[in-house]
């Protein structure tokens, strides 16, 4: 495996003759850590960022959690 990082928008091995000039290459970026810009630790899950709209639907009819797929697809209640 050969490192290296992003550096205004090229990549810099750490070690530059460990690949011939004009070799192509593809790039899978590694997890980022947390002192990196652009750490996606703190950043909501798509499921943290639902939460926030929990609760917040209004004039729905009393049994709409039990009967969901009647009300979205016209099946039967239950």
Known sequence: MIRGR???GVVLL?????LP?????SVRPLR????QPGSRRG???AGRALL???GKAE??????SRNVDHYLYGHRKR
Do not use: F, N
């Open 32 to 35: 980022p850590k947390a002192t």
């Open 14 to 18: 750490e070690d530059p003759k460990a």
């Open 21 to 25: 000039e004009g070799t192509e290459v």
């Open 6 to 8: 992003v550096q205004h």
């Open 59 to 64: 004039g729905l009819p009393p049994d709409a």
């Open 43 to 45: 950043k909501p899950t």
């Open 52 to 54: 926030r709209l929990a």
